[in-house]
Structure formats: C-alpha cells, structure tokens
C-alpha cells in the first residue's frame, strides 16, 4: 500500500505545482496599431494572416498557449518577434525601411527559419504558403529599372559621381558600439564576391583577408578560421547614360571578424558597420549585434555566412561556395580573380554583371580615396581585365543577384607612351576572339575610363 499512497502524493504534489504555476503569468502587452506597413490589401492580409500573431502588438493565443509552462515560452517568441519586427508600428518608419523589413521576412521564410518550426508545429495556420509566399515577393518586384540621370557633360557612359565629404583618416575611425575597432587594411583585402542588391539598389563588394583568402580557396570554410575578417562595401547605385548601372555614393563598410572563442556569444563572429563618409560607427551600444545575429541566423550551417565565395574549392554543404563564377581557364594570359577590384556595373538587359580588377601596378596608379571625376590614369605595367558574368539569383538572399558563369574576359596591358594592348576572350570555353580594330579602340577606351568605386 505504501507505493500506491506515494504516488498519490507525487501526483497531488505535481497537480498542485500545475495549478500554481498557472497563477505565474506575466502579461503581454497588447495595443491597438498605431502605424501599420503601408502596403496593398491583398499583401495586408497575408501579413494579418500569417504573420500578425506574433509580429505584432495584438495578442492572439490559443487556448493551450494559456496554459503554463507553454505560456512562457509563446510569451517569449512573441516579445522577441516584435523587439525584432512590429508590422503594428513599422508605418512610422520611411518607406525603404518598411520594404526592407519586408525583404527581410521574405528571406527568412524563405530560409525556413521564420515562422519558428517549433511554433507552427502546434499552429498550422501560420505557415506560409508557397501561394503567399509568391505573391510577397511579386509585390516587392526588386528588379524595376533605376531613373536614368541627366547625361553628363561628353556624353559620359559613366554617372556623374555624387560630392563626397573630404576623406576621413582611417586610422581615427571610432570604435562600434560593442568595441569592435574599425580595420584600415580593409582597402588591401582580395574579392571573395559581389553582390547586386535589387532590395535596396546597392552594390556589393565582398573582400576577406589572407586568412580568408586561403580558407575561400581550400575549401575550408565549414567553418572559416578564426582569424579570417570579411569587408563588405557598399555603393549606392547609379544609371549611367548608356544604361548601365554603376556605383554611386558610397554607403558603408560592414565587418565579420571571426574569433570562435572571444565572440562566441554571438555566433563566433565580431560584428561592426560604419557609414558614410564619415565611417560613424552604426551602433550607439552593444545591442546593435542582435540585428547582425538575428539576420544571419538561418544561414547557420554556412558558419553565418551569405554569400558564396567565388572558388574552385569543393565543398559538402549546399551552395557554400561559388564553383560556377570561378570558371575561368587557366590558359588565360593572367588569372584575375585575386587581383584587386576597382569597379563593377550592371547591364540590366543582357543580365550581366562586370568587375574591372586591376594587377599591382594599376592599383597603384589609382586614387581611390578621391573624389575627382576625372578618368583615370595608368602607368606603364598596369594591366586591367574586365571580367563578364551572367548573373543568377543569390539562393541565400531574394533580390540580389550575384556572379555566375563567366561570358567574356578583356585585358588591356598598358605599355610604352601609353599604348594599349586588348585581348578578348568569349564563349562558353572563353576562347580568344578577335575583334575588328574599331571594336578593340572602342572596348579598350571604355575599359581605361571606367571610374574606380571611391573609397570613404
């Protein structure tokens, strides 16, 4: 008997701690909308519907989310959702930020990592559904034509470049808000990638140190050595009056430091972004690395990482690096893949996008801190290759688009008095062409004059 009278106890005991911790319920805030997104109604209600149960300041609950202990853990996925996203009071932000944050709950439905697996487990109808899912991204249409400019005097294929503020010593940058020191060495880092953002009309250089250099090209990213840093340059875009798109302004330079052990309480990764001319640091405080890690976070298997590093490397993990851009022949007169990049551009309607890299002795004939529009101008030795490729959909980020197989690569070397030679190579195999003289004069002025990027 003595048995039977314990469990009794154990469970009179395990019925009074239910019927307690029922009484433990701390609140959650709930408000009428005081600015919603501001969006068509048909987008509105896919929001309402799928998204609004946690993503904004209403509060819809099941009846077993009333029941404790779930009741905490709901509480908590819902005040997380609208710290990080509250379509009840995004319409007092500015338009762009409202598409952003748009953009930004597409990719991480997208990814599979919002709605939170665990949440719709128990609530089927906040699933997304692929219907939805299309017409989001339907609205959001990334790809609409940029304005074309007044042509600049000459009739410039170039944009007329935007007044920067005097450059900024890069040695007095400010620190992050969580301490993270600004890395001048950044403008001597090699191309890891690009990236055509369609969701907020900029361009992207993506550069990585010797470490991460050599970790993109052995393959060993699963995950990246500590020590490896990533800068990612960004350039607001500009149509140019042959109807290309170019860098314009710059926007920003964002760090990936990767320290496993010294940042391991946010993915293994030291974050920071400084913006402007000016480089101010992003963050007034530590708490800015929350938008970092929340961002990257379902892309967890690549070690937080976006975009694929254009490498021969092979690896097991699933679109992980960029085997495809990095097609380029070894029978090339040069290789210029780990030259410095100097620029990029657009051609919307070839679905092409270009990087201009220089060898050594081009970049060194450049100013690309100045601000001057004048053409540039490259000593004796320097050697520039265009490299073409058809561009693809980045499969980690909807609306942008990055480098996929290489269509043609140019090479002017310039030699004594400035002369020029070209070479061209095109094709599925990037065999040599050769171009009638007319051509070889016109391609090798438009490679020469094409403006570096400026640097802050």
Aim: charged share 20%.
């Amino acid at each position: 008997m003595r048995p039977l009278k314990f469990l009794w106890k154990f469970a009179i005991a395990i019925a009074a701690v239910f019927v307690i911790l029922q009484c433990v319920r701390p609140s959650i805030p709930a408000r009428p909308p005081t600015a919603e997104i501001q969006v068509p109604p048909s987008i509105h209600q896919i929001l309402e519907k799928d998204c609004s149960s946690c993503h904004s300041d209403q509060r819809r609950l099941s009846w077993f989310d009333e029941i404790q202990p779930g009741y905490w853990l709901v509480r908590k996925d819902i005040l997380t959702a609208r710290e990080h996203l509250d379509f009840s009071t995004l319409g007092s932000k500015p338009a762009a930020a409202q598409k952003a944050a748009l953009y930004e709950a597409v990719n991480m439905i997208q990814l599979g990592a919002m709605p939170l697996p665990r949440y719709v487990a128990l609530h089927s109808e906040a699933r997304v559904s692929p219907e939805d899912l299309a017409a989001l991204k339907a609205y959001l249409s990334p790809w609409a034509p940029l304005p074309t400019p007044p042509t600049a005097t000459g009739g410039s294929r170039r944009p007329v470049p935007s007044a920067n503020t005097p450059s900024i010593r890069l040695e007095n940058v400010s620190p992050e808000g969580n301490g993270i020191a600004f890395d001048p060495s950044f403008e001597s880092w090699k191309s890891l990638s690009f990236s055509d953002r369609g969701d907020n009309n900029t361009f992207r250089f993506i550069l990585g140190n010797d470490i991460a250099v050599r970790a993109a090209e052995s393959g060993h990213i699963s995950p990246w050595p500590d020590g490896a840093r990533f800068a990612k340059i960004a350039w607001q875009q500009q149509t140019g009056s042959n109807g290309m798109v170019y860098p314009g302004k710059f926007v920003q330079v964002e760090l990936m430091i990767k320290d496993s052990k010294k940042y391991a309480s946010t993915d293994g990764w030291g974050w920071g972004r400084w913006r402007g001319a000016d480089l101010k640091p992003y963050g007034s405080d530590a708490r800015f690395v929350n938008e970092c890690t929340g961002c990257h976070q379902p892309v967890k298997g690549n070690d937080y990482v976006y975009t694929p590093p254009i490498a021969n490397a092979r690896s097991t993990l699933q679109e992980a690096v960029n085997n495809r851009a990095a097609a380029l022949p070894v029978t090339l007169p040069f290789q210029p893949l780990r030259w410095t990049p100097i620029t990029m551009f657009v051609d919307q309607r070839t679905h092409t996008m270009s990087t201009l890299y220089g060898n050594e002795a081009a970049v060194k004939s450049l100013d690309m801190r100045s601000t001057s529009p004048s053409s540039p101008r490259y000593d004796q030795g320097a050697v520039l290759a265009l490299v073409t490729w058809v561009q693809r959909d980045d499969p980690h980020w909807f609306g942008a688009r990055i480098p996929n197989t290489p269509a043609s690569v140019e090479f002017v070397t310039v030699g004594p008095g400035k002369t020029s030679l070209y070479r061209r190579f095109e094709g599925p195999n990037l065999a040599e062409a050769h171009p009638p003289a007319n051509l070889i004069a016109q391609r090798t002025s438009f490679v020469i004059e094409l403006k570096p990027a400026s640097l802050p």
